[in-house]
């Protein structure tokens, strides 16, 4: 959530615990906080690189947390802002069909680019060290 205290992303920059951003954004929920178990999380990885296939776009690393989820992905001449969408939509479609109730993502998503090999291996090492499995 942003304002949290382990901190959020907003506009490409990490930013610190915000209490006022954090009241603003509990306001803003329509319910509780999603929090996804084990089981959730599976559901939601898989629908992720199935959705993936479809685009023949490699994942390198994917991380799905309680309330989020990483991934690191190969570059294809898709804008990101439609690949965030679509992979959203997998998730909370393939959610739905297993008995999910209720809102799931936020609007918006963050990116970070990737130039060289190291900025790559970072960000799949990254992964790789918060819970990932690999497509």
């Not at 304002?3 to 506009?11: A, C, D, I």
């Not at 479609?93 to 008995?99: C, D, E, I, M, N």
Request: net charge positive.
């Amino acid at each position: 959530m942003q304002g949290g205290e382990k901190g959020f992303v907003k506009n490409g920059v990490v930013r610190g615990e915000n209490v006022s951003i954090k009241k603003d954004s509990e306001k803003k929920l329509e319910g509780e906080p999603v929090r996804l178990g084990r089981e959730e999380k599976d559901v939601v990885r898989e629908a992720i690189l199935e959705a993936a296939k479809r685009f023949q776009q490699r994942i390198y690393a994917i991380a799905v947390y309680s309330n989020h989820v990483h991934i690191v992905a190969q570059y294809i001449d898709v804008p990101i802002s439609v690949l965030a969408g679509y992979y959203k939509n997998a998730g909370r479609v393939a959610l739905q069909k297993s008995g999910f109730k209720g809102r799931v993502w936020t609007s918006g998503y963050d990116k970070r680019y990737c130039f060289d090999e190291e900025s790559l291996r970072k960000r799949i090492g990254y992964a790789e060290r918060h819970g990932v499995n690999h497509g």
